[in-house]
């Protein structure tokens, strides 16, 4: 019988569990790392490790994406508006798509993140029927689109199936879905959790779920949600590093008081914060996120934080859309992990998505410093937060993940290799490796030009609209 050979890397830099190391030898098998160590002094080079310029971080978890949104990219902008104005432009895009047209934008945008060093990407997907609610012949035909690209791209996903179930929610109750909402819902919980039971996770997907929004899903239906989410979704092959079941709760993940204006109508008609809502029903644990968490009291920060709910940071996406800074100090110091997303993808670069965070906490205190460079870093790489626990590290045994950026471009030149994140941008990012298989080259996609992937995908939506 014939074993793969090892794959051999030697890392400049590398940021390993205990920091910033030089010259650190990669071993990689079978898309998993079976060793790293640094080279003590003195000690010969392997002559079969290929050299890695830079500093290699470990691979970059998007947190929360919507890839159907990058079609808004600068188109947006000249007339101003709030959150829900945009939404309105956002709405229409939604009512084109369809699940070719969905493949090739969400195959190019997915290519985009791996050229910023995305290893892993959550996509809060809720574009699950056709125009109008008509369901397709695959009731997942969206969601297969979207493993489809992630696949191609070279991503692991993680599919955060989301129930839509109402319009909106005032001060006399939820609303029904309008005409451009009915192919985001499933008429209610149990629906929902039916169609998402037919899906199956594999090494390269896991299903997830998701809650909207408490506007969009009533209270009375968030703990079945939440109960779906804690059996287990998305059963299948695999060696169970992205499958969900009895013993391994699936992620699940919430929109979380991005507006006062939700917070507002939760008040109104619930009597209670979105959060205190939602941690009625048992959504809040260690496996679920709460993205944006913009506007919370201390009682709502000492809720999250307490279950060890992850919070999901989104600072070039918040500050697009003048949502606000959110606590994530705060947060961080209440027990809530920490992760990132780049969201609407008017902006796909993880370490801006950092820098965000940082500059935002420090426009917010008035002082530097409020999260480290391993802190940041933290954040960059929470795979668990999207159900895989054995990606994030440089380490053995853990997945053959890693990205490495130049420390030579007019960016990055001069910059200490443990500060590097802090000076460099997506186009800093030189290689990436997914589960051991070489994504990025030198800069490059496997598909080729992504910058045309992208022009068209999205120039074929406003033209075919």
């Given at each position: 019988?014939r074993?793969?050979?090892p794959?051999?890397?030697?890392?400049e830099?590398?940021?390993?569990p205990?920091?910033?190391?030089a010259?650190?030898?990669?071993?990689?098998?079978?898309?998993?790392?079976?060793?790293?160590?640094?080279?003590q002094?003195?000690?010969?080079?392997?002559?079969d490790a290929?050299?890695?310029?830079?500093?290699?971080?470990?691979?970059?978890?998007?947190?929360?994406?919507?890839?159907f949104?990058?079609?808004?990219?600068?188109?947006?902008?000249?007339?101003?508006?709030t959150?829900?104005?945009?939404?309105q432009?956002?709405y229409?895009?939604?009512?084109?798509?369809d699940p070719?047209?969905?493949?090739?934008?969400?195959?190019?945008?997915?290519?985009?993140?791996?050229?910023?060093?995305?290893?892993?990407?959550?996509?809060?997907?809720y574009?699950?029927?056709?125009?109008?609610?008509?369901?397709?012949?695959?009731?997942?035909?969206?969601a297969?689109?979207l493993?489809?690209?992630?696949?191609?791209?070279?991503?692991?996903?993680t599919?955060?199936d989301?129930?839509?179930?109402?319009?909106?929610?005032?001060?006399?109750?939820?609303?029904?879905?309008?005409?451009l909402?009915?192919?985001?819902?499933?008429?209610?919980?149990?629906?929902w959790?039916?169609?998402?039971?037919?899906?199956?996770?594999?090494e390269?997907?896991?299903?997830?779920?998701?809650?909207?929004?408490?506007?969009?899903?009533?209270?009375?239906?968030?703990?079945?949600?939440?109960?779906?989410?804690?059996?287990?979704?998305?059963?299948?092959?695999?060696?169970?590093?992205?499958?969900?079941?009895?013993?391994?709760?699936?992620?699940?993940?919430v929109h979380?008081?991005?507006?006062?204006?939700?917070?507002?109508?939760?008040?109104?008609?619930?009597?209670?914060?979105?959060?205190?809502l939602?941690?009625?029903?048992g959504?809040?644990?260690?496996?679920?996120?709460?993205?944006?968490?913009?506007h919370?009291?201390?009682?709502?920060?000492?809720?999250?934080?307490?279950?060890?709910?992850?919070?999901?940071?989104?600072?070039?996406?918040?500050?697009?859309l003048?949502?606000?800074?959110?606590?994530a100090?705060a947060?961080?110091?209440?027990?809530?992990?920490?992760s990132l997303g780049?969201?609407?993808?008017a902006?796909?670069?993880?370490?801006?998505?950092a820098?965000?965070?940082?500059?935002h906490?420090?426009?917010?205190?008035?002082?530097?410093?409020?999260?480290?460079?391993?802190e940041?870093?933290?954040?960059?790489?929470?795979?668990a937060?999207?159900?895989?626990?054995?990606?994030?590290?440089?380490?053995?045994?853990?997945?053959?993940?890693?990205?490495?950026?130049?420390?030579?471009?007019?960016?990055?030149?001069?910059?200490?290799?443990?500060?590097?994140?802090?000076?460099?941008?997506?186009?800093?990012?030189?290689?990436?490796?997914?589960?051991?298989?070489?994504?990025?080259?030198?800069?490059?996609?496997?598909?080729?030009?992504?910058?045309?992937?992208?022009?068209?995908?999205?120039e074929?939506l406003?033209?075919?609209?």
């Open positions: 019988m074993h793969p050979v794959t051999r890397y030697l890392a830099y590398a940021w390993l205990d920091g910033v190391r010259e650190v030898l990669l071993e990689v098998e079978d898309g998993r790392f079976t060793q790293v160590r640094v080279l002094h003195g000690e010969d080079r392997p002559g290929r050299p890695l310029r830079g500093v290699v971080f470990p691979g970059f978890a998007n947190a929360h994406s919507h890839a949104h990058r079609a808004l990219r600068g188109r947006t902008h000249g007339l101003g508006g959150f829900w104005t945009w939404r432009a956002m229409q895009v939604a009512g084109r798509l070719d047209s969905y493949l090739r934008l969400a195959r190019a945008v997915y290519a985009e993140m791996a050229l910023a060093g995305v290893t892993c990407v959550g996509e809060f997907h574009v699950h029927h056709a125009p109008g609610g008509r369901r397709y012949d695959d009731p997942n035909a969206m297969e689109a493993r489809q690209a992630a696949r191609e791209a070279g991503l692991r996903i599919l955060l989301t129930a839509y179930l109402a319009g909106g929610l005032g001060p006399d109750g939820h609303t029904p879905l309008d005409q909402q009915l192919r985001f819902g499933d008429g209610d919980a149990e629906t959790a039916k169609r998402v039971s037919e899906l199956r996770s594999s390269q997907l896991r299903v997830g779920a998701a809650i909207h929004s408490v506007r969009a899903v009533p209270g009375s239906s968030l703990g079945a949600i939440a109960a779906a989410a804690s059996a287990g979704l998305g059963g299948g092959g695999g060696d169970g590093g992205g499958v969900g079941g009895p013993d391994r709760p699936a992620p699940v993940h979380l008081s991005e507006q006062p204006a939700e917070n507002e109508a939760c008040l109104a008609y619930y009597r209670r914060s979105p959060a205190a939602l941690a009625d029903h959504v809040w644990s260690e496996h679920a996120t709460a993205v944006h968490a913009t919370l009291s201390p009682e709502d920060i000492a809720l999250v934080g307490g279950t060890r709910t992850t919070v999901c940071l989104c600072p070039t996406t918040e500050r697009d003048a949502d606000g800074i959110g606590p100090r947060l961080a110091d209440a027990g809530a992990p920490l780049s969201d609407q993808n902006v796909v670069d993880l370490l801006e998505e820098r965000g965070l940082e500059s906490e420090r426009l917010a205190s008035l002082r530097r410093g409020r999260f480290t460079p391993a940041l870093l933290a954040a960059m790489t929470a795979h937060s999207l159900g895989w626990a054995d990606a994030g590290r440089l380490a053995a045994g853990a997945r053959a993940d890693f990205v490495v950026v130049r420390r030579d471009s007019v960016r990055t030149a001069g910059a200490l290799p443990e500060q590097i994140g802090l000076a460099a941008t997506a186009a800093d990012v030189a290689t990436v490796v997914v589960d051991g298989t070489e994504v990025v080259t030198d800069g490059r996609h496997r598909l080729g030009d992504v910058a045309a992937l992208l022009t068209e995908a999205v074929s406003w033209r075919d609209s």
